[in-house]
């Protein structure tokens, strides 16, 4: 029961930390004038990390069954949801903003 715990309280600060760093990218770029395209790709870049090296880290200081280990493979689960949600965020944005390039 305590990993699931463990798990639901490593969630609400991932998902802030992406959302909030490709709207803020995203955000920049319009405002600097780059065309649709770029702020899409910047927004991503932005957004994702390595969560592959943080496991492969975090396994090798900690070991496979620590608290820590289960924390970061919820990173990339949590991030590939989020991003998804951004392109339709992107999509949208796209058309309301009339967003082009």
Same mark, same amino acid.
């Given at each position: 029961?305590? &990993?699931?715990?463990?798990?639901?309280?490593?969630?609400?600060?991932?998902?802030?930390?992406?959302?909030? #760093?490709?709207?803020? #990218?995203?955000?920049? %770029?319009?405002?600097?004038?780059?065309?649709?395209?770029? *702020?899409?790709? &910047? *927004?991503? #870049? !932005? !957004?994702? $990390? $390595?969560?592959?090296?943080?496991?492969?880290?975090?396994?090798?200081?900690? *070991?496979?069954?620590?608290? &820590?280990?289960?924390?970061?493979?919820?990173?990339?689960?949590?991030?590939?949801?989020?991003?998804?949600? %951004?392109?339709?965020?992107?999509?949208?944005?796209?058309?309301?903003? $009339?967003? #082009? *390039?």
């Amino acid at each position: 029961m305590s &990993q699931i715990t463990s798990i639901i309280r490593v969630i609400p600060p991932l998902v802030v930390y992406f959302a909030v #760093t490709f709207t803020l #990218t995203v955000l920049l %770029c319009k405002k600097l004038g780059y065309g649709y395209r770029a *702020g899409c790709v &910047q *927004g991503f #870049t !932005a !957004a994702s $990390n $390595n969560f592959e090296l943080a496991i492969a880290v975090v396994v090798s200081v900690y *070991g496979a069954s620590s608290m &820590q280990a289960l924390a970061s493979t919820v990173g990339p689960l949590v991030e590939v949801s989020v991003l998804v949600l %951004c392109v339709y965020g992107m999509r949208w944005i796209r058309w309301k903003w $009339n967003w #082009t *390039g």
